[in-house]
């Protein structure tokens, strides 16, 4: 979506990275603006897509330059409520879906009864309106919430490293040798 709306041309987000910017902008855009359905409604499961998303917001950028009168990779006077618009439906979606696999452990006691933990980790966790929403719902189902520090979550690279010296502490699951394992590289 920031790439779609430019936001490397935008004088507030020249040198973020796409998600920063389209938080960045958020915080003063209305979100009421622009309603975008949210994905995967019909579907009674615990995944996640964002491909259907991404279709709406295109179209709606697309319809939106269109009114205004601009090229696509101009930025749209409305940038600030596109970005309100598509945070917050990413948030809802992501919102909805773990709560519907949280109430899936909970009725297959998957998790313990007390003391359940909802760990969100990733670039995700780095964004405060996700990870607020987050917070509610974690709290609203007694669950704790831990992310990592938002500078440990711009990469999965980092957060595969930083869940193997966990690991690695706690000594679970770490292979101590090698030999035996085979694998090819490509």
Request: glycine share 8%; with cysteine.
């Amino acid at each position: 979506v920031a790439r779609r709306l430019s936001l490397r041309k935008h004088p507030e987000c020249h040198s973020m990275a796409g998600g920063k910017a389209i938080e960045h902008l958020a915080q003063s855009g209305n979100q009421e603006l622009l309603t975008f359905r949210l994905p995967m409604q019909q579907y009674r499961n615990c995944d996640f897509s964002f491909s259907g998303l991404q279709n709406l917001v295109n179209n709606a950028i697309a319809q939106k330059e269109k009114e205004e009168g601009i090229e696509e990779g101009e930025i749209l006077s409305c940038v600030k409520d596109v970005a309100a618009a598509v945070q917050h439906a990413v948030a809802v979606h992501i919102i909805q879906r773990t709560y519907r696999a949280m109430l899936f452990c909970i009725k297959n006691s998957i998790l313990p009864s007390k003391n359940a933990t909802l760990v969100v980790s990733g670039g995700v966790a780095s964004n405060q309106y996700i990870r607020k929403g987050l917070q509610n719902l974690a709290d609203a189902n007694d669950f704790a919430l831990l992310c990592p520090p938002p500078r440990l979550c711009t990469d999965n690279g980092v957060m595969i490293a930083w869940n193997g010296i966990e690991r690695l502490r706690a000594g679970l699951g770490v292979l101590h040798s090698a030999a035996g394992i085979r694998y090819e590289p490509r």
